[in-house]
């Protein structure tokens, strides 16, 4: 399947982040619609407000955000107009009231009141907080007192109350807007923010995703050719690596190879692993969910316990290491092999290239060609090693020895005496068994070219067949590669060309599904005896038909999809007939519930639409071809494209008699709004159904009423 782009819609996550951050927490407030003029209904409770008030939320629910219900004997008249007033001028308002519970226990209530507004700057939503300040209410009383000069002493320590209610009162709002500061620095800020500068609070619209310029996007242009470019890369190394691990010849003694420069395409091979794995810490992800995550942290600990570790080995820079002069031991050399893990990574993507089937056929053939690979340097390198192992006397039965005799280039081995104290340094050898004074030095062979070839055909044949005996294993570590070849062949058999199999199949799909169609109808006739003109006419529409839509069953392709994606499609797929003058006064969810009514219909020269005295069961609207309305022989009109042939609308138990014929001269596509669904509709918006009974019939081409009587042309 295509690469999973994730949930990328913008959203409004004003009431999503009221109601998962803030709810059961010590916030106690209301969301009233500020919409609604006068109740300003409330469209949010929070837990916290119930557990205050006492109401449950469904008691709640729909009743004035100015919370009249928890007014009673003590709440003052002055405050209840203020908050009346502010909520019609739309403007903040904070108060000292006595509210009352549910069980009518008084408690002093701060309240706020703060309006929302949208993108367009229009107040929405008003935000109203409750603090239960009873108890420091109640103690500044107590205090002031107690204190001499009682009156200066209430009014500091109300003072007091008032402004540390208010704060924690306010730390709702300032949560909601990011504004609340650490708790290192909090008390300094927070006063701050709230005797100083006003907190921007957040505003109930469609925000658009927001993320950084750095964050690269896993669907994007740039990480789509960054994919095709590493892909490439990686085939590189699954080619490369075992020929240079197989067919390396550059050993001395076994012990230090001095190796020659890389090449440029190994250094950049390299440097792309190592970019590749700087730019999977910045490349978005989905996660299980379906979000998109665009967090730096989130994406570099996905990686981290994902791919990381493979992506890192693979990029062990051996080659860079070796072009600023590190000497790399053949040992270690050997450990390029493990770039081979980074084809993981392309299984992982093969599932987005499925729907191509030419990708996916491309991908696997390439896929068998490199096992293919694989194998022939492993058969190389069993054959070299057989060879390599002896001290002073080759193997006779060896497929390599075999091979040059064949080529007329035979191994041999040649004794060479060395002097040791000397400055001279012996060429490098293909192997050899040396001592103090002497050593043997194994000449002759095949190319290296050669070699491969033929390794490759062995690999090859063995892979798709059991071989063809003119080159055979031997001896006995051929004879068990052999075997694990013949196996691995086996299972490529079933997986690779299974999956060709299907990928053609999947291709030619549609042209067997119409011969099957075919085949079906040409026995439906053999069977049931159909005439030759009523066959004709059977093959031909379906012949015709099949041509137009390709097989397609449109209401069968659209069941399973909901009734709003569904009632968009008939809104595109039949928009003709909805620009017809008769629907422009129609709402748009009328015009949704007739599109669902409208089926396509076809017909094919000679055939007849309607008959005349048949019981009229749609409104007909021509989108191409032409037509002819017949009556006794005689033609009464002639349609074409943008026509509307019906009747008009009776009442629905009453039965519409059509008077004419109607034939198609031409290859006419029709959509027909069929009147059982057409009634349903009209009945579901009766204000246009008025509307619609009234114009219909200034709108048909022809009416097929069977009480209509019109006017006969004069030609046959």
């Not at 005797?195 to 964050?215: C, D, N, W």
């Not at 990381?308 to 590190?326: E, Q, R, T």
């Not at 696997?364 to 192992?389: D, K, P, R, V």
Request: charged share 20%; hydrophobic share 40%; glycine share 6%.
């Amino acid at each position: 399947m295509p690469v999973m782009r994730g949930l990328l819609a913008p959203q409004n996550t004003f009431l999503d982040t009221i109601a998962t951050r803030f709810d059961g927490t010590h916030s106690n407030f209301v969301l009233g619609n500020a919409q609604v003029l006068n109740t300003f209904p409330v469209v949010y409770c929070s837990d916290g407000f119930c557990d205050l008030t006492g109401f449950a939320r469904a008691e709640v629910m729909q009743r004035s955000c100015a919370c009249t219900f928890l007014y009673g004997a003590d709440t003052s008249e002055a405050l209840k107009a203020q908050i009346q007033k502010a909520l019609d001028e739309r403007h903040e308002f904070k108060a000292e009231l006595i509210f009352y519970k549910k069980g009518g226990a008084p408690f002093w209530c701060l309240l706020d009141i703060v309006p929302i507004k949208n993108e367009k700057g229009e107040v929405v939503l008003f935000l109203v907080s409750h603090k239960d300040i009873t108890a420091s209410k109640t103690r500044a009383l107590t205090d002031s007192r107690r204190e001499s000069g009682g009156q200066r002493h209430f009014g500091r320590a109300g003072a007091t109350g008032f402004s540390a209610n208010r704060r924690r009162s306010r730390a709702v709002l300032y949560h909601l807007s990011g504004s609340l500061q650490k708790q290192s620095d909090s008390k300094l800020k927070l006063n701050k923010s709230v005797f100083g500068e006003k907190a921007s609070l957040p505003e109930y619209k469609v925000a658009a995703i927001q993320k950084s310029r750095l964050i690269l996007l896993h669907y994007g242009t740039f990480k789509a050719g960054w994919d095709c470019l590493i892909l490439l890369a990686t085939f590189y190394v699954a080619v490369t690596v075992p020929y240079s691990v197989c067919f390396n010849t550059e050993k001395d003694e076994g012990i230090v190879s001095s190796r020659g420069p890389p090449s440029v395409c190994d250094l950049s091979v390299e440097i792309l692993f190592i970019l590749d794995i700087v730019l999977n810490f910045r490349t978005t992800y989905v996660s299980k969910s379906g979000q998109v995550i665009y967090n730096p942290h989130s994406i570099a600990v996905h990686y981290a316990t994902t791919w990381f570790f493979l992506d890192l080995i693979a990029a062990l820079p051996f080659d860079l290491l070796n072009a600023f002069k590190v000497n790399v031991y053949f040992g270690v050399h050997l450990l390029k092999t493990v770039r081979l893990l980074r084809l993981l990574r392309l299984l992982q993507k093969l599932d987005r290239y499925s729907q191509y089937s030419a990708a996916v056929l491309t991908l696997l053939m390439t896929m068998f060609a490199l096992l293919a690979h694989w194998m022939a340097c492993i058969w190389y390198f069993i054959g070299q090693q057989q060879i390599e192992s002896c001290n002073s006397e080759l193997p006779e039965i060896g497929w390599l020895q075999e091979l040059a005799r064949r080529l007329g280039t035979p191994y041999f081995v040649v004794e060479t005496t060395r002097t040791p104290f000397t400055n001279a340094t012996a060429p490098p050898l293909l192997g050899n068994c040396s001592s103090n004074s002497s050593s043997h030095e194994l000449m002759g062979g095949p190319s290296l070219r050669s070699s491969y070839i033929t390794s490759l055909y062995f690999a090859l044949s063995s892979l798709t067949s059991v071989g063809f005996g003119n080159v055979s294993a031997n001896t006995d570590s051929e004879k068990i590669f052999s075997i694990c070849t013949m196996l691995i062949g086996a299972l490529m058999h079933a997986v690779v060309f299974g999956n060709v199999t299907a990928i053609i199949q999947r291709m030619y799909s549609r042209r067997s599904l119409y011969h099957t169609r075919t085949k079906d109808l040409k026995d439906f006739i053999r069977i049931h005896r159909i005439p030759k003109p009523l066959k004709q006419r059977m093959l031909e529409y379906f012949q015709t038909t099949w041509s137009v839509n390709n097989g397609i069953d449109t209401t069968e392709l659209l069941k399973d999809l909901p009734d709003e994606l569904r009632a968009d499609i008939a809104m595109h797929l039949n928009k003709e007939i909805l620009q017809l003058p008769i629907f422009d006064s129609a709402s748009r969810g009328c015009l949704r519930s007739l599109s669902l009514n409208i089926k396509p219909s076809f017909c094919t020269p000679g055939e007849y639409v309607i008959r005349q005295g048949d019981a009229l069961q749609a409104i007909y609207f021509v989108c191409s071809g032409s037509m002819e309305v017949l009556k006794d022989n005689t033609v009464l009109a002639i349609l074409g494209k943008g026509d509307l042939i019906g009747s008009d609308l009776s009442s629905k138990d009453q039965v519409i008699k059509t008077n004419a014929d109607v034939k198609a001269l031409t290859y006419c596509d029709l959509q027909c709004i069929h009147l059982k669904g057409l009634y349903e509709v009209l009945d579901l918006y009766p204000e246009y159904s008025v509307k619609f009974t009234r114009e219909i019939r200034h709108d048909l081409t022809y009416n097929l009423r069977e009480i209509n009587t019109p006017e006969v042309c004069g030609w046959d």
